[in-house]
């Protein structure tokens, strides 16, 4: 890609052809305001450039860390601690409960999702876009291994150990950890580590020293930022606290021993390997802990900017990886297939235009014709359509050897543009100047492959622990008779370490979608189904708000609710926990009393749905007599769904808009299809209105199945 320096050698080269031409002072001029302009560009790139170079000097960045941990760095990379910052629910989710509590929230949310930022006093609503890259990273390698005390729940506000690459870091074990580093350093069987520790000498820089962080193996490590509590006692996230109950803190099972071992979710061992691998030599073996953190969150992001991935920084910046369709198949074999043709058509007019001479009123028609074509051509992108390519490039001959532009000129490029309109939602071919060069775009494809890779692996992990935290028995009949059918089917917590969901449960979506079909596949029953804009249709649907589809009362749903309380009594559900009835402008500030008497806050709650440890519920349904035939056989089909977050929480939480120019609509879409699905159980069975009140299974014998692998 050309740099600066390239763009002003050109910009010279061009003044000395226009200065032997005899161009008059004013183009000079203009030419001067575009420099201005590139300096001014150039200033922004420098500012960001010291910006980087600051960061890197005090924590340094995990791709810096990635050059001997590939390993660690690769799992961490496209974890959700990796996304805790870049995510733009979490941005304008944080800026617009500032903008309702008068910015009294603060830093509330940010400085469990971003320390390193924080700890740099970079403004809450700063775009990630301006962000050095160790801010952007979140729960980056610094925001471990740079703690050195014990600071208990404090929701996460840690002060960092400061220091360039080749400070103290903190491990599990500082003997291990300092042998190997002075392994590493001596380098005493001449492996060839060639590595440094002095900002004098020239090598591979590493860290001089490793020190122990005795907590860092414990659970209340991870309760620094996993017990979430307001200044006003609201406990927002319980996932330590609910931990501290179970079993398997009776039985010294750690957060770690579940979250950081071979298994995701479950006790299991420890990976044994070389924790480094210093200019391609591994260190010696020893006991390793997984950085991928499994959970149920996913990126909704530009796979160019999530996960991580070293290479891509170098290739292009954050806001040109936006400007990169990859949907569209750029930079795929495909699409710059079907791409060069068309490109060197529109090429060939273009020049057919600037060759024609005569007939100057026609010529301006035409090229004004030929610009809204460019227009219309730059809307949308796609990969596969051959016909409406090889359709331009027949339209392109009917140019060759303009002299003279006559109304058969014109009428063509009418033609085609009209063709083109119905065609605007499938081709497109106006590239940005980033990406104009097909191999530009193919090298980026390839890194960005690298990273849909990566992403798939995410998903698989995500998957197994989902299915194996949220688990789904079997269907059973519990009546077939006169009334009508009812079924059951039980849902169980899986893990004995805490309630399913954990954490931020209040914007977990886990449910079951349940429908009944006759034999000719017509449904007659339908619960956790989804509205238009791919919500479930409980009372924060905007569908079921504004009475445009009925309430789901059936809806199995474990998403906990935030509750407030009304100014005059009484208490409603919010998508918030913002409380507005008692007050137009509530503030966030210390309670004045002690909230361990009545154990909350007064103006609101949360209404917990969670199962806990082992736990199981047992939703039923109840399909009315008068939707079933006598004698009709019906297919019941469940599934156990799983969503990161509700769609209603995005019109929430959208008046500040959403960071990289994502829209609602947009963000919606990614989250309905990051949804997940971890068991399904069919069963069919025949009406019988004479059958017993109360029977084990009527009809036909249930026939259940499980799926056995992922779909949506």
């Known amino acids: 890609m050309g740099n600066f320096r390239e763009r002003i050698s050109e910009m010279g080269n061009l003044i000395g052809c226009i200065r032997a031409s005899g161009v008059p002072i004013i183009g000079l001029f203009v030419l001067s305001l575009i420099f201005s302009a590139q300096e001014v560009l ?49 941005m304008a989710m944080q800026m617009r409960i500032n903008t309702i509590t008068s910015g009294t929230n603060g830093d509330f949310c940010i400085r469990c999702h971003n320390q390193i930022g924080m700890n740099f006093n970079e403004p809450i609503e700063l775009s990630n876009l301006k962000r050095p890259a160790s801010s952007r990273e979140g729960i980056t390698c610094s925001v471990c291994h740079r703690v050195n005390k014990s600071y208990g729940k404090i929701s996460g506000r840690l002060p960092l150990v400061r220091g360039p690459m080749h400070s103290i870091v903190f491990g599990p ?53 996993h017990d979430v509590t307001l200044l006003n006692g ?28 071979t298994v995701p979710g479950q006790v299991s061992k420890y990976e044994v390997g070389p924790a480094a691998v210093v200019n391609g030599i591994p260190t010696r073996k020893r006991r390793l802990s997984n950085h991928f953190f499994a959970g149920p969150d996913y990126s909704l992001i530009h796979p160019g900017l999530f996960p991580h991935n070293p290479k891509a920084a170098e290739f292009a910046e954050l806001e040109d990886w936006l400007a990169f369709d990859w949907k569209a198949g750029w930079g795929t074999e495909e699409f710059e297939e079907y791409a060069e043709e068309p490109g060197d058509a529109i090429a060939f007019i273009k020049i057919a235009l600037d060759d024609a001479k005569e007939d100057p009123e026609l010529l301006q028609e035409l090229t004004a014709s030929f610009e809204e074509l460019m227009e219309l051509l730059g809307e949308e992108i796609v990969t596969k359509n051959k016909s409406a390519f090889e359709s331009l490039v027949a339209y392109s001959e009917s140019f060759e050897d303009v002299e003279t532009l006559g109304d058969k000129e014109v009428e063509t490029l009418k033609n085609l ?52 935290g949220y688990q789904l028995g079997d269907l059973q009949t519990v009546a077939n008779n006169s009334n009508g059918l009812k079924f059951s089917i039980p849902v169980r917590n899986g893990t004995n370490g805490h309630g399913v969901p954990t954490g931020f449960d209040a914007e977990r979506l886990v449910f079951l979608q349940v429908t009944v079909k006759d034999s000719k596949g017509n449904a007659v029953y339908k619960s956790g189904d989804r509205d238009p804009n791919g919500d479930v249709r409980d009372r924060h649907s905007l569908y079921v708000h504004n009475g445009e589809l009925p309430p789901d009362d059936d809806l199995f749903n474990l998403q906990t609710k935030f509750i407030v309380r009304m100014a005059r009594g009484g208490e409603r559900e919010q998508v918030l926990a913002v409380n507005t009835s008692t007050s137009a402008l509530p503030f966030v500030r210390p309670e004045t009393r002690a909230t361990i008497l009545y154990g909350r806050p007064l103006g609101a709650r949360k209404h917990k749905k969670t199962i806990e440890p082992l736990g199981v519920r047992n939703p039923s349904y109840a399909v009315p007599a008068g939707k079933l035939r006598e004698g009709e056989t019906y297919s019941v089909n469940v599934k156990l769904i799983a969503q990161m977050i509700p769609v209603h929480l995005i019109p929430a939480i959208q ?12 963000l919606a879409e990614n989250v309905v299809e990051g949804a997940m699905m971890l068991h399904e159980r069919n069963m069919t069975v025949t009406y019988n209105p004479n059958g017993k009140r109360r029977e084990a299974n009527a009809g036909t014998q249930p026939k259940t199945q499980q799926t056995a692998d992922k779909t949506r």
């Open 417 to 468: 543009k009209g063709e083109l309109k119905a065609l605007a939602t499938k081709l497109g071919l106006n590239f940005p100047d980033t990406w104009a060069d097909a191999g530009d775009r193919m090298e980026a494809r390839e890194i960005l492959d690298e990273n849909l890779e990566r992403l798939k692996w995410a998903e698989t992990e995500r998957y197994k622990i989902m299915r194996h």
């Open 42 to 90: 150039a200033g922004k790139d420098a500012d960001k450039a010291h910006s980087e170079i600051y960061a890197e000097s005090i924590y340094p960045s995990a791709k810096t860390c990635a050059a001997c941990h590939p390993k660690q760095y690769s799992e961490w990379a496209v974890s959700q601690h990796a996304y805790a910052q870049l995510s733009p629910i979490y």
């Open 655 to 666: 008046e500040s808009g959403f960071d990289y120019g994502m829209t609602p609509r947009e």
């Open 234 to 261: 609201f406990r927002l996230e319980e996932a330590f606290s609910e931990y501290k109950q179970t079993s398997s803190a009776k039985n010294e099972e750690s957060c770690q021993d579940c979250h950081m071992a």
């Open 173 to 225: 074990s500082a003997k291990d950890g300092q042998e190997e580093v002075d392994y590493v350093l001596n380098d005493p069987d001449k492996k060839g580590f060639r590595v440094v520790a002095d900002p004098k000498d020239r090598g591979l820089m590493i860290h001089k020293k490793s020190d122990t962080f005795f907590e860092l193996t414990q659970p209340g490590f991870c309760g620094t930022c």
